[in-house]
């Protein structure tokens, strides 16, 4: 304990304005510099940008394999793939997409950077702990590709028994390389509610919490309550192809509905995992760019809780023509609907924050209202399915398949990149050639809509997902959709293309080249090592652009505030503070 | 609660993130709590395997019980129970200073989780012997029932996996009392034994539940 004024819990302490700079020499980029400083680091923000870059690579990996897919699917028959092949493309690319993608794809890499900024601290809770995560995701990811090269599986990513367990090729090791993957998210789950919980800073209460730190903890609960469940799922299938123990296979006295009940026990929270992270990304670009406080906070923060809440008790509904009870079925499907109740009160909030805002369409923000109309059909058409009377008719048809990539692809994909583009100019010091963004934006969203708006049609008339060959009436649909699929990644190339670009040529980023008032944009472009060189003390929530930026950027010197008491002790009102402007 | 709120920011382990030691401490603990819940969940797709197929095969589980060794299994119980008690003695040293407590309360922690995997060993090779073995090697004639195979494989899965649990913490425990022994641990500073401790709580009365439910049922 120093000299500090502030350990006494006084209502009044004296805090001071810390103004970010726009180029510092010194960033946490190098600071620490070398291969084996990056291999070993145990900073947030390097490890984010590890993830990102990981993620990135497997996107384009699962990516190549769905135009493999669609190009297949060109023609009725055999287009210039064999039918075994063609399995196993589609089985990867889903497995890829999940869970080397779409899982880690905010929370690990975006919400790895983010969110101790957005709370004020050093770094996150378990610094070791999250850099462990990212070298199991690493080693799971090797497993399966390991997988891939000796044998392959054919299962498609939902590995159903007792497909699973009697066919051929390399499922015990993919099984065990997503097992390893699993523990990675787990940890990043851990890690997150504890830096939640613990690392705030002082003023930082939970209604001042961002919302994409609300999104990130909702996400991390699912993580931790699912993913477990996977595991021992996946440890089951694998000791099944061992030892036979049977518990899943009906000729030894098991149950293969049993597996199907575990397994989305864990995959559809798991969507949950996914979407829900970027719905906070899309609070904090619509707040900061209709430069308006977030309609409906409380409403955005509790609803991402109530989805990670009902997204346990609605797996069910993957099993309506599975065998289970039907009583069971109209219960599941009644519990589905409710889920639409949450995500609506998200996308009224969203658009009630649009209103009467002074809205500036950059990038980020479009891709966000690309979002919306992807989402909105994505959703809407989940409500059709949760209906059992008409999901029986349209399971596995490409009508679902369709419903998912609206929702994953039209909804995670552009919030993950509204989330990339709006946090471009922290991570990386860059700014993007906008228009150039806007036009990869608009390309994107047309594609896309080529890609799966046909196969709704084609679902609902009547084709299966997964199948090879196909019916002739059906052909002018599939080739629809494949010229979409080149379209969509024509876009995705451009993104790639001119972000790389940005980090040679683009324009220097300022420290808060949006005017947002949320934390992480009251530091140093590119952030410090260690994120802050003073303690932040907040008296505003993120979204309060009616108040003055100054007040978001208050703080205690360093060598004051050192080792002073409890945060949650320390009670900062707007009437007590004391501003030293500079 | 030992006087552990003293907050140095100078002791060695004390990790730069945080603001005093006392918020090291509860984040520590606090995701130990979380771990120990996907523990849970973990061992959760299991006990819901295992009532899926006591409620199908009621007479199969009856039956099959009777190859358990009750008084071994009691045994266990009592033996894991005072591991518990050694572990929380340790951290209670901890608090206390006394630095020598600790590291033999550890010992003994260690030492009792040993003589517990030594009768799951024995446990188990008997069961081999008589052909008992998990899922499609199954060979054993003694019991009138066709489906004999799948109580075993859940013996076998979640004897196992706790037992792996029981490894791990052995090997925990181990760590635990290399550092006790070079002087890491006093009542300033004793996170890890406090996490650990946890855990291996959880790890006992995951076996509390596992006793009745494979042993005891008649």
């Known amino acids: ?582 | 609660m030992a006087d552990h709120s003293s907050s140095t920011t100078h002791s060695r382990f004390f990790q730069h993130h945080f603001v005093d030691a006392d918020q090291q401490f509860e984040t520590a603990k606090m995701g130990m709590w979380i771990f120990l819940v996907t523990e849970i969940l973990m061992f959760g797709g299991l006990f819901a395997a295992y009532i899926v197929f006591r409620l199908w095969y009621p007479d199969l589980f009856t039956q099959a019980s009777t190859q358990l060794n009750t008084f071994w299994g009691g045994v266990n119980t009592v033996v894991l129970i005072g591991s518990s008690l050694t572990v929380a003695m340790a951290i209670k040293s901890a608090q206390l200073n006394q630095k020598k407590n600790i590291a033999i309360n550890l010992g003994i922690t260690l030492a009792l989780a040993a003589v517990f995997m030594v009768i799951k060993y024995f446990e188990w090779t008997h069961k081999f012997e008589l052909g008992i073995f998990p899922g499609q090697f199954y060979d054993f004639g003694g019991i009138e029932h066709e489906k004999a195979n799948v109580f075993f494989s859940l013996y076998y899965l979640m004897t196992g996996l706790h037992g792996i649990h029981v490894l791990i913490g052995m090997g925990l425990m181990g760590w635990l009392l290399w550092r006790s022994l070079k002087n890491h641990f006093d009542s300033e500073y004793y996170t890890p034994i406090e996490i650990t401790g946890l855990y291996w709580h959880l790890v006992d009365i995951i076996w509390i539940f596992l006793f009745p439910l494979f042993y005891l049922i008649e």
């Open chain 1, 1 to 582: 304990m120093d000299t500090a004024e502030s350990s006494s819990t006084s209502k009044k302490i004296q805090v001071q304005r810390f103004k970010p700079d726009d180029n510092p020499d010194k960033h946490y980029l190098n600071e620490e510099t070398g291969l084996w400083a990056w291999l070993t680091t145990v900073d947030h923000k390097k490890i984010g940008v590890m993830f990102l870059s990981a993620v990135t690579f497997f996107f384009f990996i699962g990516g190549i394999m769905a135009l493999l897919v669609r190009t297949e699917l060109w023609t009725p028959a055999k287009t210039f793939i064999e039918a075994n092949t063609y399995n196993q493309l589609f089985t990867l690319h889903g497995a890829i997409m999940v869970f080397l993608f779409l899982v880690p794809a905010v929370p690990a890499a975006l919400g790895n950077f983010i969110l101790p900024l957005q709370l004020g601290a050093k770094d996150v809770a378990f610094p070791k702990l999250n850099l462990l995560s990212f070298y199991l995701y690493l080693t799971g990811a090797f497993v399966a590709i390991f997988a891939i090269l000796n044998g392959g599986i054919d299962t498609g990513w939902t590995f159903y028994t007792p497909y699973s367990s009697t066919t051929g090729g390399a499922v015990t090791t993919m099984v065990f390389g997503v097992f390893i993957i699993g523990f990675s998210s787990i940890l990043t789950g851990v890690n997150f509610i504890t830096t939640i919980h613990k690392l705030r800073a002082p003023g930082l209460t939970w209604d001042k919490l961002s919302l994409f730190s609300w999104s990130l903890y909702a996400t991390s609960i699912i993580q931790i309550l699912a993913t477990p469940v996977l595991a021992i799922t996946l440890a089951l299938i694998g000791m099944e192809r061992i030892l036979g123990i049977g518990i899943f296979d009906p000729a030894m006295g098991g149950d293969p509905v049993l597996f199907q009940h575990f397994f989305w026990f864990y995959s559809h929270p798991a969507v949950y995992i996914m979407i829900v992270p970027g719905f906070g990304v899309v609070s904090e670009v619509i707040s900061t760019f209709s430069r308006k406080h977030i309609f409906g906070y409380w409403a955005i923060a509790l609803s991402s809780l109530a989805i990670a809440f009902i997204s346990f008790l609605v797996w069910g509904h993957h099993m309506f023509v599975s065998g289970q009870a039907s009583l069971a079925s109209m219960v599941f499907s009644f519990l589905t609907f409710l889920v639409g109740i949450p995500t609506g009160i998200k996308m009224f909030n969203w658009t009630a924050t649009l209103y009467k805002g002074s809205i500036d369409i950059k990038s980020p923000l479009l891709y966000i209202f690309g979002f919306f109309f992807l989402f909105l059909v994505g959703g809407l058409t989940g409500i059709v399915l949760a209906s059992i009377a008409l999901d029986v008719h349209l399971h596995d048809t490409y009508y679902v398949v369709a419903h998912f990539h609206f929702v994953m692809v039209g909804g995670m994909v552009m919030a993950l990149l509204a989330g990339v583009h709006y946090w471009w100019p922290k991570i990386t010091g860059r700014m993007y050639n906008e228009v150039m963004a806007k036009i990869a934006c608009g390309i994107i969203f047309v594609g896309f809509n080529v890609t799966f708006l046909p196969q709704f049609v084609m679902g609902s008339q009547g084709m299966p997902r997964r199948y090879f060959n196909y019916i002739e009436q059906f052909q002018p649909f599939h080739q629809v959709s494949t010229i979409g699929s080149y379209i969509l990644g024509l876009g995705f190339l451009m993104v790639f293309y001119y972000l790389v670009k940005s980090l040679f040529t683009g324009k220097k980023a300022t420290a808060n080249p949006w005017g947002s008032r949320a934390l992480e944009w009251q530091i140093n472009t590119r952030p410090p090592l260690h994120n802050f060189h003073h303690i932040p003390v907040i008296i505003n929530g993120p979204y309060d652009y009616h108040k003055p930026m100054e007040e978001f950027q208050l703080g205690l010197a360093e060598s004051t505030g050192d080792g002073h008491g409890q945060q949650s002790d320390i009670k900062v009102t707007s009437d007590g503070k004391e501003i030293n402007a500079e």
